[in-house]
């Protein structure tokens, strides 16, 4: 079957500092992958996706690494702030499906 | 202007009653879903529907009924509710396989 896990539910980091999210995933057939962002009480935003023919990819602050070998995906966050405070999934898509897994979500803190 | 919107946000009824949560997105997207959201924070999809058929049910009780009248929304009907459909129910469309926008959610709550 399929399964996304995340290896820390909560993640403190002091302001200033980088923040590294990850991602374990199963189900070889993905090639999709999608990070999403959850502040409390509103719905989860687009951060940033990379498909399975990229192994990473930037965007402002942000960046993927996908290792389809390990199956295992990371989101890094550069100079972490307080805004960035928030729940975090991947989610995870297969060619030709509607069907988006997501993982299990961890919390991001950030301390000043 | 909001891309994906739900009404209503809050929803406290009583075990049995049947209620109704709309979406509506102005985004010309093919693909809406429904998501459920428990007291973990888990994300599990529903249903998902691709110019108005159904194309995915995770095998959602039947109690659980989503109509779309056209590809711009996408309703959620729950007959005779449980204590444990309480959660925070999201709306989500899609352009074909892309990525997800979802609606601020509505919390259901069944007492």
């Known amino acids: 079957g399929e399964s996304v896990g995340l290896h820390l539910p909560t993640l403190s980091v002091q302001e200033g500092d980088n923040s590294i999210i990850n991602c374990a995933y199963s189900?070889?057939?993905?090639?999709?992958f999608i990070w999403y962002k959850q502040e409390s009480g509103k719905g989860p935003q687009f951060i940033i996706d990379?498909?399975?023919?990229?192994d990473k990819r930037q965007g402002q602050r942000v960046t993927v690494l996908l290792n389809k070998t390990v199956k295992h995906l990371s989101l890094q966050i550069a100079a972490t702030q307080p805004g960035d405070s928030a729940v975090y999934f991947c989610a995870l898509g297969a060619s030709g499906t509607y069907k988006y897994i997501f993982g299990t979500g961890t919390r991001l803190k950030v301390l000043a | 202007d909001t891309a994906v919107s739900q009404t209503p946000k809050y929803l406290v009824t009583q075990m049995g009653n049947d209620k109704s949560i709309k979406c509506e997105q102005n985004l010309g997207h093919d693909t809406m879903y429904w998501y459920k959201q428990d007291s973990k924070k888990f994300l599990k999809i529903m249903f998902s529907?691709?110019?108005?058929?159904?194309?995915i049910n995770e095998t959602v009780p039947n109690r659980f009924s989503p109509k779309s009248p056209d590809k711009a929304h996408l309703n959620l009907h729950i007959n005779s509710l449980e204590l444990g459909d309480s959660a925070v129910y999201f709306c989500?469309?899609?352009?074909?396989?892309?990525?997800?926008?979802f609606g601020e959610g509505s919390r259901l709550t069944v007492l």
């Open positions: 990379i498909r399975s023919n990229m």
């Open positions: 529907y691709n110019n108005k058929e159904l194309i």
């Open positions: 189900n070889s057939a993905s090639d999709y």
């Open positions: 989500a469309s899609s352009r074909n396989t892309g990525e997800l926008f």
